[in-house]
């Protein structure tokens, strides 16, 4: 009987967290739409990459421990939001704004959360735009609400946060503080890097443009 509970158990999990997958699905569905249109108007791409994860169940036990939340499927659903991650790195500040919102102003996504550490980065320097979206997904029994966690960065800002990630996971969390403020240092001038970079990208708008305004030449090749 135990291992035939076990089964179930494994079967309810893997159909629980395939909603989520399918939630990341229809996400990239979307960037990819952006993507490609952006392509085809041959204007500048604010995408460089995009990467999605869904959260493992070692990692969504660990933090139903840690938040010693009620461990039923139901309130997983509602308090561990980020299951279904999607993180989108642009070229440029402005593209990171500009891709949330030509998601989020989406009528079939509902936003739940907003931060943006990008306007307020945290303590130890972290910038991204994070929301917590709502996606319909349409299953054969019907249509399921998933929350997507999306973070949108610059290339610099996920240069800086892997290199972050890394050193914290490599001390268990507990990074000496001589590194801690080295770090956050990195952290400005990368978000330095992003600006000058930005106005580098409008200077050579600007040289590209005729008088008027409008760019007149494509890239050669
Ligand atoms: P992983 O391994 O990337 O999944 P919560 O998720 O609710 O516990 P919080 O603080 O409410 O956390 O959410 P927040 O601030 O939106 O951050 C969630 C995710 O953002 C993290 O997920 C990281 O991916 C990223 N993040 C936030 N702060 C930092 C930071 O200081 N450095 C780096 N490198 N990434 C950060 P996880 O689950 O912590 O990690």
């Known amino acids: 009987p135990l291992l035939s509970e076990m089964a179930k158990l ?11 997958k399918f939630g990341i699905d229809e996400v990239l569905t979307k960037i990819t739409i952006l993507q490609e ?23 969504i036990i660990g933090k139903i421990e840690r938040k ?10 509602r308090s561990i939001t ?34 943006d550490y990008i306007k307020d980065p945290k303590p130890n320097g972290y910038r991204s735009l994070h ?24 290339i610099a800002m996920d240069f800086w946060a892997s290199l972050e990630h890394k050193i914290y996971y490599k001390y268990d969390g507990q990074v000496p503080s001589a590194l801690l403020g080295n770090l956050t240092e990195t952290a ?9 970079m930005e106005r580098l990208h409008h200077e050579v708008l600007a040289l590209n443009s005729d008088p008027s305004g409008q760019e007149t030449r494509d890239r050669p090749g």
């Open 68 to 77: 010693s939340l009620d461990p039923s499927f139901d309130s997983i659903r």
């Open 131 to 154: 929301a917590i979206i709502e996606i319909p997904v349409f299953m054969s029994d019907g249509v399921v609400p998933v929350t997507v966690e999306l973070q949108i960065r610059t």
């Open 10 to 20: 494994r079967e309810e999990l893997s159909r629980f967290l395939m909603r989520y």
């Open 37 to 59: 249109e952006f392509l085809h108007l041959h204007e500048h791409n604010p995408i460089e990459h995009v990467n999605s994860r869904l959260k493992s169940p070692e990692s």
């Open 188 to 196: 400005d001038i990368a978000a330095n890097l992003d600006l000058r």
């Open 82 to 115: 980020d299951i279904a991650g999607v993180r989108i790195t642009c070229s440029f500040i402005a593209d990171a704004y500009r891709v949330f919102d030509l998601l989020t102003q989406q009528s079939d996504i509902r936003v739940l959360e907003v931060k």
